[in-house]
C-alpha cells in the first residue's frame, strides 16, 4: 500500500533514528546512575565510546573466518534498514512500498541471527555460550512481539506501521479496547527483553555467567565493535519506535516544517517515556535466572495471546 | 453518562482484571500477587462507582466504597500481616510448573469468552464484556487455588475468584440489593480471618503447611 510520505522524509527519519539510538541508551544509564545515588557518566557518552571505538585498530581471533570481518557491517545496515520502517516524525504509508511492521521485525531477527552466527564463527567459548542463549530467548520473544502487532493490525486491517499510527494519532485514549490495553501491557513485559536490558539481560556487565549480547561482541574490537553497539543503540530505539508506532495516542503530525518538527518532538517525549520506563524496570529488578526467563516471557505471551483472542472473539 | 462509554470503561476495567489475573497465576514471590489481588480490588471499586454514575444507583456507591476499604486495603494488608508474621520469604509453591498453569489459564479466558459470546441475546443486556471476564477471574481464580501448596497463595486465589464473582454479579444487574452485597463482603472477611487464624495455628504448633496434612494418618 502507498501512500503520500516521499523518499527525503524516509531517509531523514532513518537517519534521526541511528544519530539519537546512543543518546538513549546514554539517558537511561543516566537516570539508572542517579536512581543509585551515582553521578554516572554524562548522557553523551555512548557518542564518545563510538567515537573512541572507531578511532582504534582491529584485532581478530585466528579461527575466524573471512565473512567475520562483514559481520558488524551487515548487522548494522540491517538494523538501520529496519529503522527505515518506523514512523518517526511523519505517520501515514510511504509513497512507494517499503514493507511493513512483519519486515521490520523480520530484519530485526536476521540482525539477531548475524550476531549469533559471528560470534560463533571466532571460536571463543563465551560467544558460543552468549549465542546459544540468545537463541534461546529469542524463539520466545519474536512470536509473541508478531502477536502484539497482529493484534493491533486486526484492528485497523494493515499491518503497515505507518497506517497504524496513523490511526492510533486519531484515537483517544478511551476508544481503547481492552485488547489495547492487553496488547500494551505484553509489550512492556517483552521490551526489556528485546532490548537486551534486565531482567532477561545485563548490559552492563562481562560477567560469563550473566551476558547473553555482551557474550556475542566479545571477539569484536575497534570500529567493529563501535558498528555492533551502534546496531544494538538503534535496535533499542527501533524496538521503542516500533511499541510508540502501535500504541501511544500522539501520533506524528501535520506537513510542512512546523509539523515535522512537531512530530519529532512528540516523537522524543514518547521515546524519552518508555526510555524512563526501562531505567526504571532496571533498577527495581533483579536480572532473571536464565531458566526463570521463558516464565517471564510466558506472562507477555499470555497477555499478548488474550489480547488476539479479543480481537477475534 | 453516555452508555457507550460506561460500556467502553467496563470493558478496559475488564482487560486490566484480566491483566491482574495473569500477574497473579504467574507471579513467583507471593507478595506480588497479593499486591495483584489488591489492584484487582481497586479496579472492580472503580468499576463499582462507574455504574454508580451511569445508573444513579446510591447502592453501587456504598458497595464501591466498601470493596475500597476491605477488598483494596484491609485484607490484602492482613495477607502481608500473616506473611511478615510466618516469615514466609519463600516464592510460591506450584503443583505443576507455571507454564502449564499458564496455559490453563489462557484457555479458561479464550473458553469463556468463547462460550459467552455463543449465548447471543442474553449478552446483549450485559455491559461489555463483563460477563467473560467475570467467569475467566472466577475460573482463574480456582486455577490458582488448586495449584499452589501453600495456604496463603490458595487464599490468593480465593479472594480472585471472588471478585470475579463480585464483577459478574455488579455488571449483570447493574447493582444487586446492598443488604446481599454486604452479606458477601462480610463472609470474605470472615473466611479471610477464619483462614488466616488457621494458617497461623497449624504453622505454630505443627510447623507444617496444609500441603503436608495430606501425610497425616490416623
Known amino acids: 500500500m502507498t501512500g503520500d510520505k516521499p523518499l527525503g522524509i524516509v531517509l531523514i527519519e532513518m537517519g534521526i533514528l541511528v544519530i539519537l539510538g546512543p543518546l538513549v541508551t546514554g539517558i537511561i544509564q543516566k537516570i539508572k546512575a542517579r536512581l543509585q545515588n551515582r553521578q554516572g557518566a554524562g548522557i553523551l557518552q555512548p557518542y564518545f565510546d563510538l567515537i573512541k571505538l572507531l578511532g582504534k585498530g582491529t584485532v581478530q581471533a585466528d579461527t575466524a573466518s573471512g565473512f567475520f570481518h562483514s559481520i558488524p557491517i551487515l548487522v548494522l545496515a540491517t538494523t538501520v534498514a529496519a529503522g527505515a520502517l518506523v514512523p518517526v516524525v511523519q505517520s501515514g504509508p510511504p509513497a512507494f512500498p517499503l514493507g511493513d511492521a512483519l519486515m521490520l521485525l523480520g530484519l530485526l531477527a536476521l540482525a539477531r541471527f548475524l550476531t549469533a552466527v559471528g560470534a560463533l564463527d571466532a571460536g571463543g567459548a563465551f560467544g558460543g555460550m552468549g549465542a546459544s542463549r540468545e537463541m534461546t530467548i529469542a524463539p520466545l520473544v519474536e512470536p509473541v512481539l508478531m502477536m502484539v502487532v497482529f493484534s493491533t493490525a486486526l484492528a485497523v486491517g494493515s499491518t503497515e506501521l505507518g497506517i497504524l499510527a496513523e490511526q492510533r494519532g486519531t484515537s483517544w485514549i478511551l476508544a481503547w479496547r481492552a485488547a489495547d490495553f492487553l496488547g500494551l501491557a505484553a509489550m512492556l513485559v517483552l521490551l526489556p527483553a528485546e532490548t537486551g536490558r534486565i531482567p532477561v539481560d545485563n548490559p552492563d556487565t562481562h560477567l560469563e555467567l550473566t551476558m547473553l549480547h555482551e557474550g556475542m561482541l566479545l571477539e569484536h574490537s575497534g570500529p567493529g565493535l563501535g558498528c555492533m553497539l551502534l546496531a544494538s543503540h538503534t535496535r533499542q530505539i527501533v524496538t521503542l519506535g516500533l511499541a510508540a508506532a502501535l500504541f501511544f495516542p500522539i501520533g506524528p503530525v501535520g506537513a510542512g516544517v512546523t509539523g515535522l518538527l512537531l512530530g519529532l518532538c512528540t516523537f522524543a517525549v514518547k521515546i524519552l517515556v518508555l526510555a524512563v520506563y526501562l531505567a526504571l524496570i532496571e533498577s527495581s529488578y533483579a536480572k532473571l535466572r536464565l531458566f526463570q526467563v521463558p516464565q517471564y516471557l510466558g506472562i507477555g505471551f499470555v497477555l499478548a495471546l488474550m489480547s488476539l483472542a479479543l480481537r477475534i472473539l | ?180 452485597e454486604i452479606g458477601v463482603i462480610l463472609d470474605v472477611i470472615l473466611a479471610a480471618l477464619v483462614m488466616t487464624i488457621m494458617v497461623l495455628r497449624v504453622r505454630s504448633t505443627v510447623d507444617a503447611d496444609i500441603a503436608d496434612l495430606d501425610r497425616l494418618r490416623g
Open chain 2, 1 to 180: 453518562m453516555n452508555i457507550e462509554i460506561v460500556h467502553a470503561v467496563i470493558d478496559d476495567l475488564g482487560a486490566l482484571l484480566l491483566f491482574t489475573m495473569i500477574i497473579i497465576v504467574g507471579a513467583s514471590q507471593i507478595s506480588r500477587a497479593i499486591y495483584a489481588v489488591a489492584f484487582q480490588s481497586l479496579f472492580i471499586a472503580i468499576a463499582g462507582a462507574v455504574l454508580a454514575m451511569a445508573t444513579g444507583n446510591v447502592d453501587l456507591w456504598v458497595i464501591a466504597g466498601i470493596t475500597l476499604t476491605v477488598k483494596a486495603i484491609a485484607l490484602p494488608w492482613l495477607l502481608l500481616w500473616a506473611i511478615r508474621r510466618m516469615d514466609v520469604k519463600r516464592e510460591v509453591e506450584p503443583v505443576i510448573p507455571d507454564l502449564a498453569t499458564l496455559t490453563l489459564a489462557v484457555m479458561f479466558v479464550v473458553m469463556s469468552f468463547h462460550l459467552s459470546a455463543s449465548l447471543g441475546s442474553v449478552r446483549q443486556a450485559i455491559s461489555g464484556n463483563a460477563l467473560p471476564v467475570g467467569i475467566a477471574l472466577t475460573l482463574n481464580g480456582v486455577l490458582v487455588m488448586a495449584t499452589r501448596k501453600t495456604a496463603l497463595s490458595q487464599m490468593v486465589g480465593l479472594f480472585a475468584s471472588e471478585n470475579g464473582i463480585f464483577f459478574t454479579a455488579m455488571a449483570v444487574t447493574k447493582g444487586m440489593p446492598l443488604i446481599i
